[in-house]
Nanobody, 115 residues
């Protein structure tokens, strides 16, 4: 069982990034997905969530209008499109696939927004 995030990096304020979360070893299409982030010294917070069928459930208030969560179950992959990035978006981003009985996490991908 694996979740692998990718797409992070160092960008300038106002830039965009698309994070990917690719699953293997379980029935990804049956799991809701949540993107979390954790900045240094802060608690982990949920950023965006999507149902197993692709219905967006929620966004963190501070990312509404800038971030878009999506998924492609045929590719076993979830995405987080991040536009108009701000320095306060700097964090390690994690994806989580969770059901009543299982809880899978990726290793995280670092996003740094700095001029």
């Amino acid at each position: 069982v694996q979740l692998v995030e990718s797409g992070g990096g160092l960008v300038q304020p106002g830039d965009s990034l698309r994070l990917s979360c690719t699953a293997s070893g379980f029935t990804f299409r049956s799991f809701p997905v949540i993107w979390y982030r954790q900045a240094p010294g802060n608690e982990r917070e949920s950023v965006a969530a999507i149902t197993h069928t692709g219905v967006v459930m929620e966004y963190l208030d501070s990312v509404k209008g800038r971030f878009t969560i999506s998924r492609d179950n045929d590719k076993n992959t979830a995405y987080l499109q991040m536009n108009s990035l701000k320095p306060e978006d700097t964090a390690v981003y994690y994806c989580n696939a969770r059901s009543l009985f299982d809880d899978y996490w990726g290793q995280g991908t670092q996003v740094i927004v700095s001029s």
